[in-house]
């Protein structure tokens, strides 16, 4: 068995005794990705020196008998819109082709901490925005599993990247399913923390009320382990809680007695593929035999959640991108620094709008017209504020139902992954893609994507666990359950 | 409730964002469908409903007034598209 399809779980324990060094690991994730990336296309910017190099500082400090981090020589792959202090970090996107952040993120600084080895930079949808990553401005991403199929987005490189093996540790964001999404379609484990859990600081923001970072991994062990580093409050971030932090690691292996999951009718409809009714059915069974006990819930506004997101997170969206004006960072259009033309326009404006034009993506300028529309003059309380108020109903019919269950249970996508060109022309049937993932982010609930199963094709299929917030404690352990009674998890691509 | 062309393209300024002939048709005709599917939530009553900007409830965070550690004037430079010495340069605004 190749040292890269062991977990990371058991990497650190391999380093640990020593017979392992991070020199030798990265060395064997490295050459995976030479052989393999020209397929997949998972990194935009992998420097294969400065990562050894990382290694190698780490196996020295190891050799001297220095006490080190938790995470200690295992490479993790990075979403590239968390800011890196000297690394490229362009969130796909040509407006920011340039950029070099000045600070780390928080989660970025707890990695380092940890003495983990950075390996590259992950693509994703530009801005996070999409569920396909086919809106990168850099490059498409293919699914391991079948080329011509699209990893899921928007952390479509970092989920990719995992099933390739190019890294047992991989960061992504969920904004409205893109952890969840993609881990569902590359057939990884993807975790969305509870809203507050992670530190959004150095996290280049799409819509603040419901972006959180987590991990994406190829099992439910290596998930805790990752969210034990990213997990706490962060004076730099005011909207993360002050909320204890569980020992994810310590606990993930012990099953859960007395477990009660939720069904929500509604999610089984005519939408849902047949194959992946059928994988989270046998799912239900499985957890059935494992002496769960189910229960129907209702969450009647569940089905609102898409006309929700798509108003409430563009908003959030058209003004956090207002940062991006051409003056202080990223790219400025070059004919706009004179002001020889009339017009009733002036230069500022003009450099404004040029260098917005020019920098972002066709789905990137759909949701600041969107959300620039929905907040202007008139129109504020009939999508905005409705929004809000639907947003409520969305948090109570999660509060509802977890006063009779422990954890929901359902789908994560309707459809297994697609084939690249297939949706991208239609905003509205991509949108559709987060149908069973935007309402835990609008309630800040907490959400996994495991294994459950693959369609006739051999894609994979993902079933969805939800908690309520600050339970991942719970939702890890009961992953952890249907993981140790299943192999879906340990199946690969041959790609 | 359907959004024109001139509606789309009195909202890119708002936006600033430059749209080409060419983007103001395509755009017109996907924000309208957006814009339409949206609409199903006005089949909720939210008449009583409190709206919902944010899941946690935040409480204000006071910090002593103390000179902490920060970016350097070259450090916060240092992305800047055009500067002149010590500022972010931009076209004349007067």
């Given amino acids: ?495 | 409730m359907a959004l024109t062309r001139d509606d789309v393209e009195k909202v890119s300024l708002l936006a600033r964002l430059q749209l080409t002939d060419d983007e103001l048709n395509s755009m017109t005709m996907h924000l309208s469908q957006i814009i339409q599917y949206v609409h199903q939530l006005d089949e909720i009553n939210t008449e009583d409903v409190a709206p919902l900007a944010h899941t946690l409830d935040i409480t204000n965070v006071l910090a002593n007034d103390v000179v902490g550690e920060c970016l350097s004037r070259d450090a916060a430079l240092q992305n800047a598209p055009q500067r002149d010495e010590e500022c972010f340069r931009v076209p004349a605004v007067l």
């Fill in chain 1, 1 to 495: 068995m190749s040292i890269i399809s062991k977990s990371a779980t058991q990497q650190r324990e391999m380093m640990r005794t020593g017979e392992l060094t991070s020199v030798e690991l990265t060395t064997a994730y490295l050459e995976q990705i030479r052989s393999r990336e020209s397929a997949v296309k998972a990194f935009v910017h992998l420097d294969e020196q400065q990562t050894l190099d990382a290694a190698q500082q780490i196996d020295t400090r190891r050799a001297a008998g220095e006490p080190l981090g938790d995470l200690a020589g295992i490479p993790v792959a990075v979403k590239d819109n968390l800011c890196c202090q000297g690394i490229p970090t362009t969130c796909a996107s040509k407006f920011l082709s340039d950029f070099i952040p000045p600070y780390d993120a928080t989660v970025i600084a707890k990695l380092k901490t940890a003495d983990a080895v950075l390996i590259g930079r992950t693509n994703m949808d530009e801005f996070a925005m999409g569920s396909s990553t086919e809106n990168s401005a850099i490059q498409v991403t293919n699914n391991p599993w079948d080329l011509q199929c699209i990893p899921g987005g928007s952390s479509g490189g970092s989920a990719a990247c995992i099933a390739a093996d190019f890294a047992p540790l991989a960061l992504g964001s969920d904004t409205g399913g893109s952890i969840r999404q993609p881990a569902a379609l590359c057939g990884i484990v993807g975790l969305k923390p509870s809203y507050g859990r992670v530190s959004r600081y150095g996290l280049v923001a799409f819509a603040s009320s419901l972006d959180q970072i987590g991990p994406m991994t190829s099992n439910v062990e290596d998930a805790a382990l990752l969210l034990q580093v990213l997990a706490g409050h962060d004076s730099h971030d005011s909207t993360s809680a002050d909320v204890t932090v569980d020992s994810y690691v310590e606990n993930v292996t012990q099953p859960l007695s007395n477990l009660t999951l939720g069904i929500v009718d509604e999610h089984y409809g005519d939408g849902l593929d047949i194959e992946i009714k059928s994988s989270i059915e046998e799912a239900i069974r499985v957890y059935e035999s494992l002496g769960a006990t189910i229960k129907h819930v209702e969450m009647p506004h569940a089905s609102y959640g898409i006309a929700t997101y798509y108003i409430i997170a563009p908003c959030e969206a058209s003004s956090n991108l207002a940062r991006f004006d051409g003056a202080h960072y990223g790219q400025r259009a070059d004919t706009c620094m004179t002001d020889q033309q009339s017009t009733s326009e002036d230069a500022l404006t003009r450099m404004y709008r040029s260098s917005r034009a020019a920098g972002f993506g066709d789905e990137v300028k759909r949701r600041i017209m969107l959300g620039t529309y929905a907040l202007s003059e008139g129109y504020y309380d009939a999508f905005y504020l409705k929004a809000l108020k639907v947003r409520r109903l969305i948090q109570q019919d999660y509060d509802n139902a977890f006063k009779d269950i422990d954890l929901l249970i359902g789908p994560v996508t309707a459809r297994s992954a697609f084939k690249q060109g297939e949706t991208i022309a239609d905003p509205m049937a991509m949108y559709m893609e987060d149908l069973f993932t935007v309402t835990a982010n609008l309630a800040g609930v907490a959400g996994i994507s495991v294994p459950c199963g693959f369609t006739d094709a051999g894609l994979p299929i993902g079933m969805q666990l939800q908690s309520a917030p600050f339970q991942e404690d719970k939702l890890l352990r009961a992953a952890y359950m249907f993981q140790n009674a299943t192999d879906w998890h340990q199946r690969r691509p041959k790609v």
